[in-house]
């Protein structure tokens, strides 16, 4: 057996590990380890090295994780792949934890809790090679390779940045537009299992739970692989190299872009537009764009533009100009209107909302107080927004006077 690393050899580049693979001093690893691990909890007899190393493992991109993903193991590759866990076990369980390390029952979770994506291999230390080597090729044929693996919601900034504390809100916490709420995850369900469904834009007043929806969809369909990412409009002219990113991963990528709108048909415009359809670059079988937007036609639109050859210099071929403005929503296979509730629909939304919260008013003074509320919100109108803040509002504290 080799005493080095081959196809896990980008972990060699780990300044803890190479501590390892050279055993270093014990003082020289719990140096390298104590910062690392600053902000984790180790449960006492845990190995502070190899609960570093777990996640450094599950996101190596390499020959192995990439294979495993296309579903292409073999039987020598999971065999010389056993072989370097091995390996890397032996290099692990020679150190030895200061006592130091551990944190007090008293703080929290252990360290399987705060990463539950690694909990079933929080004892790698302690498994037979061969069969964790089988474990961890079926990981990345689910999850995927390289960091990718180790998280279900990213933002993009022109690299993925891993989003660990997201909003957990659910299909239930939504109150209403059940028809919308049907539309949307039947769509996805069907983009999750099986890898098809329509581009979707979601458009309507605000406040109307339009990006509530998208998030609330995503968490319900967590367990069926469906990843989500957050794409900032002034990052859509990177759009091609996220998509790079994401295609040869095994899993399904909702990229959701919120309240997107255009001043003109600038470059941004146009890259989003032919993404949508007829581009070299096109959307893979696992990625697939949701929009919320006020606006149904997505760019603005002035008068002039309808005006034509009215006025000196206009453009003899107004109408195709026209067109060309109004066509990048027509790209959305599934568009979703979100219209603003009527007063009884409010009213509804917050009587559910206050009872969900334990407010206790009599249902004649919370109506009456609800439609006062919704006066002074001028801009929100009677939406859920507004039924949202009103009962928040209930729940606040009063300030002493």
């Known amino acids: 057996m080799s005493n080095t690393l081959v196809l896990l050899e980008p ?10 693979h050279f055993w270093e001093q014990e003082a020289r690893v719990s140096l390298l380890l104590a910062p690392r691990l600053a902000d984790v909890t180790l449960r006492p007899g845990e190995n502070a090295a190899a609960v570093y190393l777990l996640p450094k493992i599950l996101a190596c991109d390499g020959f192995f ?12 590759l999971l065999q010389a792949m056993a072989a370097e866990i091995q390996l890397l076990q032996n290099w692990v369980s020679a150190y030895q934890t200061p006592e130091w390390m551990y944190s007090p029952a008293e703080l929290g979770p252990d360290s399987a809790e705060q990463a539950p994506e690694l909990a079933e291999f929080a004892d790698w230390l302690n498994r037979p090679a061969a069969e964790l080597a ?5 990981f990345h044929r689910r999850k ?6 180790l998280h279900r919601v990213w933002r993009w900034e022109g690299r993925l940045l891993p989003v660990t504390q997201y909003d957990s809100i659910c299909l ?9 709420k049907d539309e949307v995850l039947a769509n996805l369900r069907l983009f999750a299992r099986e890898g098809r469904g329509n581009n979707m834009l ?37 759009l091609p190299q996220l998509l790079a990113l994401l295609q040869p991963q095994p899993r399904r990528y909702l990229l959701f872009v919120d309240d997107l709108s255009f001043e003109r048909a600038d470059q941004t415009y146009k890259i989003t537009k032919a993404v949508l359809e007829g581009s ?12 919320t937007s006020n606006r149904r036609h997505l760019i603005v639109e002035n008068w002039q533009d309808r005006e034509g050859t009215e006025h000196l210099g ?11 403005k109004l066509s990048l929503a027509d790209r959305f296979g599934l568009t979703v209107l979100f219209s603003v509730p009527r007063q009884e629909e409010y009213l509804q939304i917050v009587q559910a909302l206050a009872q969900a919260d334990g407010v206790s008013l009599p249902e004649a003074e919370l109506r009456r107080r609800a439609l006062q509320w919704a006066m002074w919100q001028k801009h929100n109108g009677q939406s859920g927004r507004t039924a949202r803040q009103f009962v928040n509002s209930l729940s606040a504290p009063e300030v002493p006077r």
């Open 11 to 20: 972990l060699l580049k780990d300044e803890v590990l190479l501590a390892l």
């Open 314 to 324: 206009g453009e003899v071929r107004a109408s195709d100009s026209m067109s060309e």
């Open 65 to 76: 994780s990439r294979r495993a993903a296309a579903g292409r193991l073999t039987e020598p």
């Open 134 to 138: 089988v474990a961890w090729g079926e």
């Open 144 to 149: 995927g390779f390289g960091p990718l693996a």
């Open 172 to 180: 239930d916490d939504l109150v209403g537009y059940q028809s919308q």
């Open 202 to 238: 979601l458009y309507g007043a605000r406040g109307t739970g339009k990006s509530s929806l998208v998030k609330a969809a995503a968490n319900a369909l967590a367990a069926e692989g469906l990843c989500l990412v957050e794409l900032p409009l002034e990052q859509m002219t990177s």
């Open 280 to 291: 070299v670059t096109t959307l893979g079988g696992n990625v697939l764009i949701c929009a």
